[in-house]
């Protein structure tokens, strides 16, 4: 593509040339694009997805860069949909060159935005925890798939709280529908009965009708699976104020924005590979170097943006194995390498998916969530059994 | 059963209270205001704010209609009054406020999704069924604010004349009426009455840019078939927000939340003066 | 008075000229644009197709709409649910293609139907296109797992082509469709969608099925924009329900007013500009440069309605200092052919009424009105004001009007029909106000009034205009023939009075109706208009109805005069029968009472 660019560059323009100029002066940076909600549904985690990138990306140039280049973060806006990521995945691949996107998103922008990867052919390393299922030449993944993370709340809410019958909300998406099938599969496995499931568009604010049927159906127990952000917040907010008292399991909530609902967050039940509890000295120190640098602007890590500063140190890891920041030899690289981060030892070996430590929590009254359980590298599952 | 009264009512006095403005706009100067969706916005923000500075959250609605009354003022005088000849250009104009509108609020507030403080939480008891106090509490706004209305338009000078203008606009001219302040105050007042909505609003949900834009439609087509009357308005809110309820509960919220656009257009093509008398 | 034929080929050469110029450019663009450009060019280009629909609707047609978007989306998803659901295979491909282009005319049609029928408020076609993109949007929700709902579908196999090929193909379709819009927009048609803009009604009474006009142009536009949205869809390998949304849909308004709508120029520029400006700020200034839209868009409507291009086009003619105006395209008056008059020939009346009558509620404005009138008659209709005249010509002239009773044209019953079908019958209604198009030339409205008789063509303008001897003679006495190339909002009162008569005359009617066609026209004018008016019942056998106040001018003209008096007829007789009358001077004088009293 340079080299097109430059055989052009006569007719280009004079700003090109100079573009062109200005960045054979430096040594030339390695470019990670992160294409990220900043506005509509994901914009409440989004901002500390975008600090965890800038921690990871600060701490690598502190130390040399990666192969001797500094690293320079390209952030887009996808609007946490198809349409708007496009236009990210465009910009970053075809206008910014990035070398590698990094980054959290609605399963709608991921998949609007893959086939774009798939043309610019440049790692996409997704950091987001999703409905699973998702394969591509040119995709990792470090979070968690429902495979993952479903079982525990299940299981706890069956076992130890006795209960039968369950209520499936969702927004009405990838992510949403694909949570609540693995979910509904499950629980009749496990002999529960499912008494409803609904779902509302991705960026519906009203559940009025919903919260109606779920309270005319009296569940022993709600799973719910939105958009994260805004949809998950009114959806808490709407049955805290309708009273529904059932057991509350919420499978897209993470910690900052639980600690965002305030005393309507209390009680619920989540799975997550992340919380800030976690007793281990990496956590500790990623901890205390994200309150170093953003101080009072700190928005609290959590089980999206933790992952995303793991894979930056993934894609460090694996550019240094491969001597390249070529695709071919950088993808080859990714399944092989890994890195001890606030989650633990994290490497993308299965099947492009990562094994991962898992915990069951509840939210207290305080935003701070109470590790009830925990379940050591639980596997993915067969999610590419034709990628390796 | 006793519960889909309640959304149903409920549900209705949103819709009303989120409508009450475009309807005065629209009566007296017959022009659909796209604004309103900025309005109400504004209103959700200035929620945002009163939350931030910590205070009372009741006090998000004084502020909110201020700032709306005062926006409202300002944008009457300098772009709807030169569109007066031009009906369906004050519908752009006032849609491209609304841009203008959310893009300043973006670059003052951040593009993201953010939540206020609802000035009563929980549930209570009524008719048998535990329900949202806030959407109680929202019933009694929307009746409030028809009596407001109610009791401005009959029982004051301004009302009278505001009256007299929607009735028939040169014929009061004729009397003496200055229409040009009954069009300024119409229109100051409705944009408050919007930014007033979107502080009552944002409570149940959170505040974005383009939170306005959903509810523009809903509220713009409630007013075409209110005509310019606060009693159909009462009328068409709770026929179709109850209708928009029923559907959402048996059939699917998606359909649900098509039943006021479809329901309206068609309300129209059938009897274009919609719930209003001839 | 030049000949036309010459003016109109250099404008057809001048486009073919340029829209070679233009393809050569898009042929050459991806060879010295970089990829990222060429990338957003592409569906900078299809929107671009889409704009100019939106131009045609709304800046020459004057329908504004928001629902464009509507069908852009239809197209998009034919062809993501297609190639998702069904596989990609040419087959397929195109069975895709032709099924969303059908659906989107389909839909266009509904529209139309929704929104033109009698009698619907002009802005109930803003509404229902309002709605259109949100129910499809929700539909689109609805589909689950089928349709993506709010992810929409992405990756599916779609046709494997380069950028640079996908460029050039919506570059092509761009310069074509603007060529061929250009070239419409000038025909005689395309004066058209001016008149209906300007004055439906008058199109309305020239005969004109405008409902039809209007559904088919909706209908076409559909097609073009599920066409572009299907491209999209095919291009990107991404389809969403925002592509069908309200949002894209006003955005296509904003980009259009901007460019300067009625100038398909502009709004392509518009959307091409604004797409690609916003595709490179989005990174650094998404708020800011969308602010500034905004602000343009919000300022161009209240300041510069007609948009920016026409201001610089206007500046840059005068750096030249070429005259701005182009010249008027200006034809010859012709003869019209023979044709045998309807009617003719046949002993029945031209017009009869029966137990015909109007009420508004309670109020009755025309009651049991018993009429008939032969060809040849010139029935002058009189009264005080309120005695049901006016509504009775209404009435005449639109099936839809009478609460009661029947009315026969030639030997057809109107029953229900509607202004343009009762032309087809005969008549021919003058309004009393002169209701004529402002900004068309006066050539272009008497063309107009032939509209009826001689299809307009799609991609010409006439060389002629033929009108039929009446017509042609009142053209000539009042001068207005030296007047073909001027704007007839620039005519005078009486002009444009005589104008309407001559556009009525045009329509080769067989029962006249007129209403005032004297009033505020001076003495000569009146004296002019009435030779006329005898001459046309006496040599052509034209039935005349004719509502006058003059009592004077109905004297000297009339062949029978008919007194309507609180919606009934209280006299029916010659002219000195009835002009001499006590009781038609009691009328005048306002004595009200006696004459209800001798009337009942």
């Not at chain 2, 606060?230 to 927000?241: E, F, R």
Request: glycine share 10%.
């Amino acid at each position: 593509m340079n080299v097109k660019l430059g055989g052009c560059a006569g007719v280009v323009g004079l700003g090109a040339i100079l573009a062109l100029a200005a960045s054979a002066l430096a040594a030339d940076p390695i470019r990670i694009g992160v294409p990220v909600g900043l506005s509509g549904a994901n914009s409440v985690v989004a901002p500390s997805v975008v600090q965890s990138a800038q921690l990871a990306v600060d701490e690598i140039n502190a130390k040399g860069g990666i192969l001797g280049r500094p690293l320079q973060l390209e952030v887009a806006d996808d609007g946490s949909g198809a349409a708007g990521a496009q236009k990210a995945f465009d910009s970053l691949i075809f206008q910014k060159k990035a070398n590698a996107l990094i980054s959290m998103e609605t399963s709608a922008a991921r998949n609007a935005g893959l086939p774009i990867v798939a043309r610019g052919k440049v790692p996409f390393i997704y950091t987001s925890f999703y409905e699973g299922r998702s394969c591509s030449p040119y995709l990792y993944v470090d979070a968690w798939v429902p495979d993952q993370q479903v079982a525990p709340i299940v299981d706890y809410f069956m076992q130890k709280k006795g209960a039968k019958t369950f209520f499936l909300v969702g927004s009405d998406y990838a992510f949403g529908r694909g949570m609540l099938d693995f979910t509904r599969q499950y629980i009749q496995k496990e002999g529960g009965k499912i008494l409803g499931e609904e779902y509302a568009p991705m960026d519906a604010t009203d559940w009025t009708a919903i919260i109606s049927k779920v309270r005319a159906a009296n569940p022993d127990a709600l799973v719910t699976s939105t958009a994260g952000g805004a949809p998950n917040v009114t959806l808490t907010k709407q049955l805290r104020g309708a009273g529904i008292k059932a057991l509350y399991g919420n499978l897209a909530v993470d910690e900052g924005t639980a600690k965002g609902m305030g005393t309507d967050a209390e009680g619920i039940y989540i799975s997550a590979s992340y919380l800030t509890s976690i007793d281990s000295p990496k956590n500790k120190e990623f901890l205390a170097a994200m309150k170093k640098k953003f101080g009072a602007e700190l928005k609290t890590p959590n089980d999206l943006s933790v992952p995303e500063y793991e894979g930056v140190y993934l894609y460090k890891a694996a550019v240094e194995k491969a001597k390249s920041t070529d695709t071919a030899p950088v993808i080859k690289a990714l399944a092989e390498v890994s890195f001890e981060g606030p989650r633990g030892v994290i490497q993308m070996s299965k099947q492009r998916h990562a094994p991962l430590t898992m915990y069951l929590g509840q939210v207290q009254g305080d935003g701070s969530v109470k590790v009830l359980e925990s379940f050591k590298n639980v596997d993915p599952g067969d999610q590419c059994p034709n990628l390796k | 059963m006793s519960a889909q009264f309640l959304d149903i009512v409920t549900t209705a006095a949103i819709f009303y209270i989120v409508a009450a403005g475009l309807l005065i706009i629209f009566g007296v100067m017959k022009i659909i205001n796209f604004a309103h969706g900025g309005f109400l916005t504004i209103g959700g923000y200035a929620a945002l704010v009163v939350t931030e500075l910590g205070l009372n959250p009741w006090l998000a609605l004084p502020f909110a209609a201020l700032a709306g009354l005062v926006i409202g003022a300002l944008v009457e005088h300098f772009v709807v009054r030169p569109l007066y000849a031009r009906p369906l250009d004050a519908i752009l104009a006032t849609w491209g406020l609304g841009i203008v509108i959310g893009q300043l609020i973006t670059i003052a507030f951040g593009r993201e999704v953010q939540f206020v403080q609802s000035p009563v939480q929980g549930a209570t008891a009524v008719l048998g069924e535990s329900y949202s106090q806030y959407r109680l509490i929202l019933v009694l706004g929307a009746v409030l604010l028809a009596a407001a209305l109610a009791a401005i338009l009959q029982g004051t000078r301004l009302g009278l004349m505001t009256r007299a203008v929607i009735m028939n606009e040169s014929l009061a001219r004729g009397l003496g009426i200055n229409s040009g302040l009954v069009r300024f105050a119409s229109f100051s007042v409705g944009s408050a009455l919007a930014s007033l909505a979107g502080a009552l609003i944002t409570p149940l949900s959170s505040v974005d840019p383009n939170m306005g834009v959903p509810w523009l439609v809903n509220a713009f087509m409630l007013v075409l078939v209110s005509g310019t009357s606060l009693v159909s308005l009462g009328i068409a809110t709770l026929v179709l927000g109850g209708a928009q309820v029923l559907i959402s509960a048996y059939w699917s919220p998606i359909l649900g939340s098509l039943t006021i656009v479809v329901l309206a257009a068609v309300i129209l093509r059938i009897r274009p003066q919609g719930f209003a008398r001839e | 008075m030049s000949k036309a034929v010459p003016a109109v080929a250099p404008e057809l050469r001048k486009v073919l000229g340029l829209a070679i110029v233009a393809l050569a450019a898009v042929g050459v663009a991806p060879f010295v644009l970089d990829i990222y450009t060429v990338n957003i060019l592409v569906r900078s280009l299809l929107y671009a197709c889409v704009a100019l629909t939106v131009d045609i609707l709304w800046g020459y047609t004057g329908i504004l709409t928001f629902g464009q978007s509507a069908f852009f989306g239809i197209g998009a998803y034919a062809c993501g649910l297609a190639f998702t659901h069904l596989g990609l295979s040419p087959g397929i491909a195109v069975l895709a293609f032709v099924g969303g282009l059908a659906i989107a005319a389909a839909t266009a049609a509904l529209v139309g139907w929704l929104a033109f029928g009698y009698g619907v408020s002009p802005i109930y076609v803003s509404v229902v296109t309002l709605v259109l993109p949100i129910v499809v949007t929700q539909v689109l929700f609805s589909g689950g797992t089928f349709t993506g709902s709010s992810s929409g579908l992405s990756g599916f196999d779609t046709v494997d082509l380069e950028v640079e090929t996908w460029f050039w193909i919506a570059g092509a379709a761009l310069v074509v469709l603007t060529a061929a819009a250009w070239v419409f927009v000038r025909s005689d048609a395309g004066r058209l969608l001016v008149a209906i803009r300007e004055n439906e009604q008058r199109c309305e009474y020239l005969g004109i099925n405008t409902a039809l006009l209007k559904t088919l142009l909706l209908v076409v536009a559909a097609l073009v924009a599920a066409a572009a949205g299907y491209a999209y869809a095919a291009y990107t390998d991404v389809i969403a329900p925002e592509l069908a949304g309200f949002v894209f849909g006003t955005e296509l308004v904003i980009w259009v007013a901007l460019g300067g709508r009625g100038t398909l120029i502009g709004p392509v520029t518009g959307t091409i500009v604004i797409d690609l400006v916003s595709a490179y700020l989005s990174g650094s200034l998404p708020f800011v440069w969308k602010l500034v839209i905004g602000l343009a868009f919000v300022l161009v409507i209240v300041v510069l309605p007609q948009g920016i291009v026409p201001v610089i086009r206007g500046a840059w003619q005068r750096i030249l200092g070429r005259s701005g105006a182009r010249a008027a395209h200006v034809p010859a008056l012709e003869p019209a052919p023979l044709r045998a008059l309807q009617g003719e020939g046949g002993t029945g009346p031209a017009v009869a009424l029966s137990g015909l009558s109007r009420r508004y509620g309670s109020l009755r404005v025309l009651e049991g009105i018993d009429l008939s009138a032969k060809p040849g008659e010139l029935l002058s209709l009189v009264g005080p004001n309120g005695a049901g005249k006016t509504t009775l010509i209404r009435c005449i002239a639109d099936g839809h009007e009478r609460s009661a009773g029947r009315v026969v044209v030639q030997g057809h019953d109107i029953g229900r029909r509607p202004p343009q079908r009762c032309v087809a019958f005969g008549i021919g209604r003058k309004f009393q106000t002169a209701n004529v198009f402002e900004t068309l030339t006066v050539a272009e409205c008497l063309h107009l009034a032939r509209a009826r008789l001689e299809r307009p063509s799609l991609w010409r303008r006439d060389a002629a205009v033929r009108l039929p001897e009446p017509a042609h003679q009142v053209v000539v006495a009042t001068g207005l023939d030296r007047q073909l190339g001027t704007a007839v909002k620039h005519l005078s009162h009486g002009m444009k009075q005589a104008l309407e008569l001559a556009m009525v005359l045009a329509l080769e009617p067989s029962v006249l109706l007129l209403d005032e066609p004297t009033a505020g026209l001076t003495k000569p004018e009146r004296t002019l208009i009435g030779g006329i008016l005898t001459a046309l019942a006496r040599k052509h056998a034209l039935c005349i109805l004719l509502v006058e106040h003059d009592l004077d001018f109905v004297r000297e003209i009339s062949s029978r005069v008919v007194v309507l008096h609180q919606g009934r007829i209280v006299l029916d007789g010659t002219v000195s029968e009835v002009v001499d009358s006590a009781l038609v001077r009691t009328i005048y004088a306002g004595e009200e009472h006696a004459v209800a009293g001798a009337a009942s």
